[in-house]
């Protein structure tokens, strides 16, 4: 591998000026633009923490190339348009670039892919090529499989002993994470779950525990400034949970449990309240699905109690379903309703700044998804498929996983509720879907539906559903 230190130039050519994206701003105020660039986010499910000063630095030049974060929401704001179109440079004629000011640099030379305001000249950064091996972790080759980019510190080697002293040579001690890192590893759980949405958890599982143990390898190398020690720990918890997640979904409970107490952890020891909520959330959803209604429960008011003061309506609303799961699992049919009447008043306050990033996904859609789930585990058989039906009209086309899981959903609970021909054509638009969605829990779903159809199998309908289903290889 090429060593990671670049030569400064001795001669730096000065920031040319966006003029481009100068123009597009108009007549509006820095920080008006920066408002709506935030706007534009929320709208694709991003977050990005844009402010008058970013917009400064990239009209100014200093900003050669945004991160991918900042290009999608660009490129979303202004359709029809590149990166060139926008006043970028090309992403690869900023690699081998160092963050970090140099007494041979120039000032007001900043890393092209770095959104923070400021820079601790006494922090040590690699170069940009380092962190684009943690940015590329995840990204897809096609279909469900996934690029071995590895999340490694440094660009060694994923086994966690890369980011030992000794790994790194005789006698060197490991390099202190730095700003870049932290943005890695941040977009680093960004992909996984953009991944996750569209092609569900099987075929990105088995790659995320190298980049995890990576991830808490930063964390004990270490870093010169406290918020950059914040972001990493906040990173590096909610890759956990990602990664519990993914476990999750390909029904892997043991793991899932194990990632999620790591993430709770992380949160406890760095006092993180949205990390602890996020890692209580999943438990209980976890508990849930394991068959421990009673720890769902408890999970799921845990977590309430310590994101009420994060004033997100919509992350309470969330963590009533939660519960509300949990109560159904225990065939409490009253304690079921009174929670997801509170989701429902809360959903209905609407978003606001403070909601969590990792939240995209939670709309309307999975509003309706997570109470058809509740009404099946009461036997409301009827109920069930009527929520799981606007479940999957109303999710947002991006979503292929969520698709694919509220129409098993309305699959089983029409067979369980004597359609059988209703619940063959659901199926089958689900066995459609799996060419692009590697998902256990979704294939444990169709198998259990394909039980509760065999005594209808010489329907045609259910006859097609069946034999398509038994030529399905299933996901290792």
């Known amino acids: 591998m090429a060593s990671s230190m670049v030569t400064p130039s001795q001669s730096p050519m000065p920031p040319r000026p966006n003029l481009a994206l100068r123009r597009l701003r108009g007549q509006r105020s820095p920080a008006e633009f920066a408002a709506a660039v935030r706007r534009s986010a929320r709208e694709i499910g991003e977050r990005v923490s844009c402010d008058a000063r970013y917009v400064g630095r990239v009209e100014a030049g200093e900003i050669r190339c945004p991160n991918y974060a900042y290009e999608r929401v660009f490129l979303h704001m202004f359709p029809g348009r590149t990166l060139a179109d926008l006043g970028f440079a090309p992403r690869a004629s900023v690699r ?4 970090r000011t ?7 030379t900043h890393d092209p892919y770095d959104t923070q305001d400021t820079h601790d000249p006494d922090e040590t950064y690699d170069d940009y090529e380092e962190s684009d091996v943690l940015r590329r972790a995840f990204m897809t080759g096609g279909g469900a499989t996934v690029a ?5 510190p440094f660009g060694l080697a994923t086994d966690a002993a890369a980011a030992t002293p000794a790994a790194t040579g005789a006698g060197r001690p490991l390099r202190r994470a730095g700003a870049s890192q932290a943005g890695a590893l941040e977009e680093a759980v960004r992909r996984i779950r953009l991944l996750d949405d569209r092609h569900g958890a099987d075929g990105l599982y088995r790659r995320a525990a190298a980049p995890l143990r990576a991830a808490y390898a930063l964390l004990d190398a270490g870093a010169t400034r406290q918020t950059t020690v914040d972001r990493l720990h906040a990173g590096a918890g909610e890759l956990a949970i990602s990664v519990g997640w993914l476990a999750h979904d390909s029904g892997r409970f043991d793991d899932a449990r194990s990632h999620y107490a790591e993430a709770l952890a992380t949160a406890r020891v760095t006092d993180d309240d949205a990390l602890e909520a996020h890692a209580f959330c999943n438990t209980a959803f976890l508990a849930r699905d394991a068959g421990r209604p009673r720890e769902a429960v408890r999970s799921a008011q845990a977590a309430q109690r310590v994101a009420r003061p994060l004033g997100s309506a919509r992350l309470m609303s969330l963590l009533a379903l939660r519960e509300a799961g949990g ?3 225990l065939a409490d049919r009253t304690g079921c309703e009174q ?3 509170r989701a429902q008043v809360l959903f209905e306050r609407g978003t606001c700044d403070a909601d969590p990033e ?3 996904f939670y709309g309307e859609a999975e509003l309706e998804g997570l109470e058809a789930q509740c009404w099946s585990a009461l036997g409301d058989w009827r109920r069930a498929a009527r929520h799981a039906h606007r479940a999957a009209e109303l999710q947002d086309p991006h979503f292929t996983r969520n698709i694919a899981l509220y129409t098993a959903e309305l699959a089983d609970d029409l067979a369980r509720g004597g359609h059988p021909d209703e619940a063959s054509a659901a199926g089958l638009r689900v066995l459609e879907l799996l060419g692009e969605v590697q998902s256990s829990r979704i294939q444990t779903m169709l198998a259990g539906t394909a039980r509760v159809l065999l005594p209808h199998r010489r329907a045609s309908g259910v006859s097609a559903f069946l034999e398509r289903h038994a030529s399905t290889p299933r996901t290792a």
């Open 96 to 99: 081998g670039r160092r963050t």
């Open 102 to 108: 140099t007494a041979d640099e120039t000032q007001g």
């Open 148 to 152: 071995a980019a590895s999340l490694g």
């Open 327 to 329: 109560w159904a699992g």
């Open 339 to 341: 929670a997801l009447v």
């Open 358 to 360: 990792w939240m995209s």
